[in-house]
């Protein structure tokens, strides 16, 4: 729908005949000096009629809903991270740091799709022929476009209805008819709404890359997320093992969802078992490790936590995290001292999630606690033994949310002792042990 432009126009007094500019006489009923300047900004809502609604309200019962076509990207992580595939019409904005891997991302989402167009204002054909040539893309439907101008971009799509359309990146586009320069905020919308209009109108599905920029986003994808239907973000864990993708909004499916890939010579390899990549692999049965099970989206991952406490050697007892909250490790270590006798006034403590995994699942609370206690007391917690739940202030332990799927990989993966709080539902499983707060947990160890 096009706005109403705010024009003016001259109407005649005497027979209400319209004309865009002033002229003398009225044409239409042939009277001299009758036309008048009047303002036509008159909302369209206010010329309607009653009973002449140009968009009626809709009952919900009667509209049908259309099977949502998608097209497969071969890869079943981006296929899970999109909802089961990208949706016709849809507009998708992948973002990222500049580096972390947008560009090979996208060229192989396209490689199974027939018939794409690649509009790059960053790189020359060569450059991305290089990289699709390592990527092996097919490069016989594949259509390179060297263009910023957002306007001629959109004509193009219109004139060769490719199947898919990458445009690397946003920030690169341009909209002649605004002021404002190459990247501001006020071209990066323009451009976006252009672009979501195209792909309605033709229903071909858009790819958006857009970097993160330094200073928080500001002029960056955060600002488009509202406009466009889907919004991944690619990550590098801090380690750099793994490149993560996650859906954070997504019209046509969850959000939450993530993908886990591995940079390699030839573009990203898709790591598709991925609930035992955190754990260090090592069966050796020391103290002051402890595993836990984490959710991300609809995926389980079991993470081992690494502690080290030593006495302090001089002033201030140290306590650093890497992966987990720094807050919650002090509040944890409180607990512990308050609770469960474990005073760790005089001692450093260190902890670490092996594999580089953030956690902020609440529900590695009680094995980041069995893990400290461990290293602590010098008694391993054991290989085969997995630890849930969450710890309140007064060291009680809560459940951890869908226990249930946390126990089924915990399960295939040999656990065969899980310490974790009485549920709601009494079935327990046989390998559960139970404990109601934090000192019967350390006790267990004891
Ligand atoms: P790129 O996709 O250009 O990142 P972005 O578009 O997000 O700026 O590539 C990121 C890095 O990946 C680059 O430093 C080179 C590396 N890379 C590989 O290691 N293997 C490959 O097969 C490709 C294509 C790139
Ligand atoms: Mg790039």
Redesign the pocket.
């Known amino acids: 729908m096009k706005p109403i432009k705010s024009t003016t126009i001259f109407s005649c007094t005497k027979c209400g005949a319209q004309y865009p500019k002033w002229q003398g006489r009225c044409l239409e009923c042939g009277s001299w000096g009758t036309l008048v300047e009047e303002a036509s900004k008159v909302s369209a809502a206010k010329n309607l009629k009653p009973g002449k609604l140009a968009d009626k309200p809709l009952n919900l019962k009667d509209v049908e809903i259309l099977d949502q076509e998608r097209l497969k990207t071969g890869s079943e992580e981006i296929d899970r991270v999109l909802g089961g595939g990208i949706v016709k019409g849809s507009l998708i904005l992948i973002g990222?740091?500049?580096?972390?891997?947008?560009?090979?991302?996208?060229?192989q989402i396209i490689n199974h799709v027939p018939n794409c167009l690649y509009v790059s204002g960053?790189?020359s054909a060569s450059q991305v022929k290089m990289?699709a040539e390592?990527?092996k893309t097919n490069l016989d439907k594949l259509h390179f476009l060297p263009q910023t101008d957002i306007e001629t971009v959109i004509a193009s799509i219109r004139e060769t209805k490719p199947a898919m359309v990458i445009i690397?990146?946003i920030q690169t586009m341009n909209y002649a008819e605004l002021p404002g320069g190459l990247g501001s905020a006020n071209q990066l919308s323009a451009c976006t709404s252009l672009l979501l209009e195209a792909a309605k109108a033709t229903n071909i599905p858009i790819l958006i890359?857009g970097?993160v920029t330094k200073d928080g986003f500001v002029a960056g994808p955060k600002a488009l997320e509202h406009l466009v239907d889907a919004v991944l973000y690619?990550e590098r864990d801090d380690q750099n093992f793994y490149q993560i993708l996650r859906s954070v909004k997504n019209r046509f499916g969850a959000t939450g969802e993530i993908g886990l890939f591995e940079?390699?010579?030839?573009?990203?390899r898709e790591i598709k078992n991925p609930a035992e990549i955190f754990l260090s692999g090592h069966d050796d049965n020391s103290s002051g490790k402890a595993t836990t099970a984490v959710l991300e989206g609809s995926r389980t991952f079991l993470a081992e936590i690494q502690a080290l406490v030593n006495k302090t050697a001089f002033g201030y007892p140290q306590r650093r995290a890497t992966g987990f909250d720094l807050n919650r490790l002090q509040m944890l270590i409180a607990v512990l001292a308050k609770t469960a006798k474990i005073n760790l006034g005089n001692h450093d403590v260190y902890l670490n999630i092996a594999g580089g995994l953030k956690i902020k699942d609440p529900a590695a609370d009680l094995a980041v606690c069995l893990a400290i206690a461990s290293a602590f007391l010098d008694i391993p917690v054991g290989t085969k033994t997995l630890a849930l739940g969450e710890i309140g202030l007064s060291g009680e332990v809560r459940s951890a949310s869908q226990t249930e799927i946390r126990l089924k990989e915990a399960k295939k993966l040999g656990f065969n002792k899980i310490i974790m709080p009485p549920g709601k539902n009494k079935t327990a499983s046989s390998e559960a042990v139970l404990v109601k707060n934090l000192a019967e947990a350390i006790k267990l160890l004891k």
């Open positions: 990222g740091d500049p580096g972390v891997g947008k560009s090979t991302l996208a060229l960053e790189e990289r390592r990527l690397d990146s890359i970097h690619l940079m390699t010579t030839i573009g990203f």
